[in-house]
């Protein structure tokens, strides 16, 4: 068995760049890793977003947002030619993506490979999936919880009084979906170089 690296940062769609939680939408995740051969980048999104969240969109987000796949794979090949060791795609896009798409930081996983001959697919299912159930979706729930617990605490008054400033905010998906919802993944698989 060898230690390898596995890298992820979350995309979100944020109304107001500034704000990490009012009408926050969750779109996906990206993951960094290398195999014995190959060093992967893959973007792991949404396949879906409710009707109610989009409505409440104003013209220059949806399409982004209905094309986010798209999106996101333009960004990582933009940034492609300027990395050249693992781990830097991640950071990368993150440093160029703080705006309404907002890519995290990244963070770094250490991950137990064993010898196999399974497929880069394979091992970028496995890592995607666990990402998914150990780090995503319990962050989009936690994310939830606090929403609910700041609703019962506003004043009545304050829940009612005037309009709503971004519609979206007041739309909430539960993030607790079935793995399914993801989009099959876009990667950029590279042969990894070793210094000899």
Do not use: C
């Not at 409440?56 to 090949?77: C, F, M, W, Y």
């Not at 998914?132 to 605490?153: F, H, I, K, N, S």
Request: aromatic share 8%.
């Amino acid at each position: 068995m060898s230690a390898r690296k596995l890298w992820f940062s979350t995309v979100e769609y944020r109304p107001n760049p500034v704000d990490a939680e009012t009408g926050v939408i969750g779109l996906g995740f990206l993951i960094e890793f290398t195999t014995d051969k190959y060093w992967v980048v893959s973007a792991v999104l949404r396949a879906g977003i409710e009707d109610p969240q989009i409505a409440g969109l104003d013209d220059l987000a949806k399409p982004v947002l209905q094309h986010r796949s798209e999106v996101i794979s333009k960004e990582i090949n933009r940034v492609l030619p300027f990395i050249h060791e693992p781990g830097q795609a991640l950071s990368r896009l993150a440093a160029s993506n703080p705006w309404s798409i907002h890519i995290s930081e990244p963070r770094e996983i250490e991950v137990t490979a064993e010898a196999s001959d399974e497929s880069v697919e394979s091992i970028q299912e496995k890592y995607a999936y666990s990402i998914y159930w150990t780090r995503w979706l319990p962050a989009m729930q936690a994310r939830e919880v606090a929403y609910a617990a700041a609703e019962r605490e506003r004043p009545l008054g304050a829940r009612t009084q005037g309009p709503e400033l971004n519609p979206t905010s007041a739309v909430r998906i539960p993030a607790n979906v079935p793995p399914p919802w993801l989009l099959p993944p876009a990667s950029v698989i590279r042969p990894l170089e070793r210094a000899t």
